[in-house]
């Protein structure tokens, strides 16, 4: 079978974790002053979320709403850093302000069937910049 994914990946969230953790050390300092469900209102775990859907909304935003707590969204560099980058040292991103290329058949070099390659120049030395062909059609 192919294109179906063998290991559904979940990623905690972090606000949950957070509430979590700052619950259990306020149960462990004063406790005795709280009724025993005092907290009952609050889910026992993070909530979860898939890789995908943080991938997709990382596409068009920065934060993500989680359901156990609509009025805080949560910074997708913290859930997912790895597929943003942001755990990578600064000096090996690209800076964007010296990144040059348009998407145009001009400057178009070649292609295929995963993605097109662009003439395009980085701190003013020529590059290659390979593009990749959306896997989700929108619409
Ligand atoms: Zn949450």
């Given amino acids: 079978m192919y294109g179906l994914p063998l290991v559904r990946r979940f990623i905690p969230c972090s ?19 709280f009724p025993p469900n005092f907290h009952a209102a609050q889910p026992p775990r993070p909530y979860n979320f898939t890789l995908p859907t943080c991938a997709a909304t990382a596409l068009n935003f920065e934060t993500i709403a989680c359901p ?3 009025d805080k969204v949560v ?3 913290h859930l997912i850093p790895d597929l943003l980058m942001a755990d990578l040292p600064r000096h090996l991103l690209v800076d964007p302000s010296q990144f040059k290329f348009e998407a145009r058949e001009s400057q178009r070099i070649g292609g295929g069937g995963s993605g097109e390659v662009y ?19 929108a619409g």
């Fill in 15 to 33: 606000l949950c974790t957070n509430m979590m953790t700052q619950r259990n050390s306020m149960k462990r300092s004063v406790s005795m002053e």
């Fill in 119 to 137: 003439h395009g120049t980085y701190r003013n030395e020529a590059v290659a910049v390979k593009t990749f062909h959306s896997t989700t059609q």
């Fill in 68 to 70: 156990y707590h609509p």
């Fill in 75 to 77: 910074s997708l560099q």
